[in-house]
């Protein structure tokens, strides 16, 4: 079996290069620098939007809210990059994409369960991990008990 | 079924390639002016005949350098198309319309690249390049900093969610490239020239995503130019080669879609863009699966082949992986794939040697050539086309 992940977590060097935001997205790696997993929200139909965006899809409005999330979802898809090795990440590494409660998806990394232990459907909840920079990005583990 | 084309349709009337390598020692510039001159010779025409002109967006060459190079004298339409490789065939669908309104008689697409001696695609892409901006992929923003850096990847992870739901593993991977490397092995120009491979050589290659891909599921990285030249029916009659009539192109840009990381739309395990092709060009042309001889589907990774099977309807979702079994690809098969060994057997011009290959198979006049061939689809996703004997 494969090395797993929850080893090298805690000791996640600040290797990892930090995201560059765009105008529109700041906010929400402004929340993950500080612990914070924030989604947007249209302020007018309270619509919840990911990738974060100027206006509305669903009602035009270019009123926008960023509330924090619960941090909870469940495993939409899973892969591990093997090639290229990018020794700035840790190995393995998990990628995930999080279908989350409010209803958006987002890609991240899932820590604490083996390779051979991811399942779509999976239950899963937000924790953070240190960049370059001195940053945060929102990563993901197996909500304990709960694994489905 | 045949459609009937008027006078004034668009019309493929040359087509033009280099030689594919993986270091083609010389400059893109180059690489596109040979294979324009290339194509317009093959069409009868000169440069001073050139009046419009398209690439892709992530293409490094400029109009005004193509121009001061070939002797053109002046373009009258020129454009860019986005959505890298997916957005392939929406160089063909600019120039259809440009010549079809009149705005241009001579439009030259192409694509050219050192995309293995220089910039590779195949690397980890962690910082902005000439491929982050204008592609339509939010990669570098939403991939990058979770380690994922490479079209492997974030191809792979919709893979994973297809692969999940309809219980396949990458074997069922291996008849895809096995066919496409048959094909290429018959075709001297292919990379993979008298190179097949097997499903054991599939299986035993090394994971590049697990447990998705492996190496002989990938395209390759290659060094090349392509070029074709759109020009309407009316004025090839009097040019060298039969045309081959664009039925109809389109692009494909539906809502939460994004090129290569296109993980926002609802159902992960639908090809999105694909279904809107589909639509589009069956809907245009009054054709159906049935009237197509060869499907040139864009082949970056061998499970775009399952999605275009069946964004397109030649199967249901879900039956890919036992469609492709059943050996419907191979060229004596019902919808033959990619005669010229496609983006993993030929080379990797960014879909662009897919369109030279179709207008081949139209002509007649391939190495690999299929029969009776009346009707060719060029699947990528982003965008798609259905080229015509007249």
């Known amino acids: ?148 | 079924m045949k459609p009937t084309f008027h006078a004034k349709k668009a019309v493929i009337a040359g087509i033009g390639q280099t030689e594919f390598s993986k270091d083609s020692g010389r400059s893109e510039l180059q690489l596109a002016c040979e294979a324009i001159k290339l194509a317009l010779d093959d069409a009868g025409l000169t440069p001073a005949d050139v009046d419009g002109m398209s690439t892709f967006t992530i293409d490094n060459n400029e109009d005004v350098d193509l121009v001061r190079s070939l002797g053109i004298r002046n373009l009258r339409f020129s454009s860019r198309a986005p959505h890298g490789g997916g957005g392939s065939m929406a160089t063909i669908a600019h120039g259809m319309a440009a010549v079809e309104a009149g705005l241009s008689n001579a439009f030259v697409c192409f694509r050219a690249m050192n995309e293995r001696s220089g910039a590779r695609f195949g690397i980890a892409h962690l910082a902005p390049n000439s491929n982050s901006k204008g592609s339509g992929s939010g990669f570098l923003e939403w991939s990058m900093p979770f380690g994922a850096a490479s079209p492997a990847a974030w191809t792979g992870i919709q893979a994973q969610a297809y692969m999940a739901r309809y219980g396949l593993t990458n074997a069922d991977f291996a008849p895809i490239s096995v066919q496409l490397r048959k094909n290429a092995a018959t075709n001297p120009l292919a990379w993979y020239f008298q190179k097949p491979i097997t499903i054991d050589d599939h299986q035993s290659s090394r994971w590049i995503v697990e447990p998705i891909f492996r190496l002989l599921d990938c395209c390759q990285e290659s060094d090349g130019g392509v070029a074709i030249v759109i020009t309407t029916a009316e004025r090839a009659r009097d040019l060298r080669q039969k045309p081959a009539v664009i039925a109809h192109a389109t692009q494909a840009v539906p809502f939460e879609t994004e090129t290569v990381t296109n993980f926002y739309h609802q159902d992960l395990t639908a090809f999105d863009s694909g279904l809107h092709c589909a639509k589009e060009l069956w809907g245009r042309t009054g054709l159906s699966p049935r009237d197509i001889q060869v499907g040139m589907l864009y082949d970056h990774f061998t499970i775009a082949v399952f999605w275009h099977l069946e964004a397109m309807g030649f199967c249901k979702p879900g039956e890919a992986a036992g469609f492709v079994k059943d050996g419907h690809l191979a060229l004596d098969g019902s919808i033959p794939i990619s005669p010229n060994g496609g983006l993993i057997g030929e080379a990797y011009i960014h879909g662009m040697n897919l369109v030279t290959e179709a207008v081949r198979q139209i002509r007649g006049t391939a190495t690999n050539q299929v029969k009776n061939v009346e009707n060719v689809l060029l699947s990528a996703g982003m965008s798609g086309a259905i080229l015509s004997r007249c």
């Open chain 1, 1 to 148: 079996m494969m090395a797993t992940p929850e080893m090298t977590a805690s000791r996640e060097t600040a290797r990892r290069p930090q995201p560059i935001p765009s105008r529109d997205s700041l906010p929400f790696w402004e929340g993950a620098a500080r612990g914070e997993l924030l989604g947007q929200r249209c302020a007018d139909c309270k619509l919840f939007r990911h990738p974060p965006r100027p206006m509305c899809p669903s009602c035009q409005s270019v009123k926008w809210e960023w509330l924090q999330l619960t941090g909870r979802g469940k495993i939409a898809a899973w892969m591990l990059p093997v090639h290229p090795r990018i020794p700035l990440f840790d190995d393995p590494l998990v990628c995930v994409l999080v279908d989350l409660d409010e209803g958006i998806r987002i890609f991240s990394n899932l820590y604490e369960c083996a390779p051979d232990q991811v399942r779509n459907g999976m239950a899963v909840e937000v924790f953070f991990v240190p960049t370059a920079g001195d940053k945060q990005v929102p990563v993901f583990r197996p909500v304990r008990g709960e694994r489905s």
